[in-house]
């Protein structure tokens, strides 16, 4: 039985954390991850936010490190809460239009990326697919999937 009186809740605040859906031509880039103590994982690029680094160029340079693309145009597409009640973090998505290789990926030494080019409707499909990391983004992927308006107003977007 509860009381109601005064108590300490505690949260934790991480880093802010970046995802790129990054646009090649007519197709969208994602990752199949290792990491070390972790099974293979669907991603897209992206990473947590260095201190005093703001989430447009964190997603700019996650981009570059992990894929070697740069984008003619970044924008803001979602913003996502920590779905965890004691994680205080946000999720910035961002669409990377027009992306152009300059350089090779430059990765930390943990890491193991393949990057692979996906259509439209393979991107949508990460929706349902257990090994996406990524689950906040499932869930708006699968809605949009369900609702014909929003797959074409994010086509839209996306190829813009």
Same mark, same amino acid.
């Given at each position: 039985?509860?009381?109601?009186?005064?108590?300490?809740?505690?949260?934790?605040?991480?880093?802010?954390?970046?995802?790129?859906?990054?646009?090649?031509?007519?197709?969208?880039?994602?990752?199949?991850?290792?990491?070390?103590?972790?099974?293979?994982?669907?991603?897209?690029?992206?990473?947590?936010? =260095?201190?005093?680094?703001?989430? #447009? *160029?964190?997603?700019? !340079?996650?981009?570059?490190?992990?894929?070697? /693309?740069?984008?003619?145009?970044?924008?803001?597409?979602?913003?996502?809460?920590?779905?965890?009640?004691?994680?205080?973090?946000?999720?910035?998505?961002?669409?990377?239009?027009?992306?152009?290789?300059?350089?090779?990926?430059?990765?930390?030494?943990?890491?193991?990326?393949?990057?692979?080019?996906?259509?439209?409707? =393979?991107?949508?499909?990460?929706? #349902? *697919?257990?090994?996406? !990391?990524?689950?906040?983004?499932?869930?708006? /992927?699968?809605?949009?999937?369900?609702?014909?308006?929003?797959?074409?107003?994010?086509?839209?977007?996306?190829?813009?």
């Amino acid at each position: 039985m509860y009381d109601w009186s005064v108590k300490t809740f505690e949260k934790i605040k991480k880093p802010d954390t970046v995802s790129v859906i990054a646009v090649v031509d007519d197709k969208i880039l994602v990752q199949k991850q290792e990491q070390p103590h972790r099974d293979m994982f669907l991603s897209l690029p992206g990473g947590k936010c =260095e201190l005093g680094e703001n989430p #447009q *160029n964190s997603a700019s !340079r996650e981009l570059l490190e992990e894929t070697g /693309l740069v984008a003619q145009n970044i924008i803001l597409w979602k913003i996502i809460p920590s779905c965890y009640s004691s994680i205080i973090r946000d999720t910035y998505y961002y669409i990377a239009q027009d992306c152009k290789k300059v350089q090779d990926l430059n990765l930390d030494w943990w890491e193991k990326i393949q990057n692979e080019y996906v259509n439209f409707e =393979e991107f949508l499909l990460l929706s #349902q *697919n257990e090994s996406f !990391r990524d689950h906040d983004l499932m869930n708006v /992927l699968l809605k949009i999937r369900l609702n014909p308006k929003q797959k074409e107003e994010l086509k839209n977007q996306l190829f813009k």
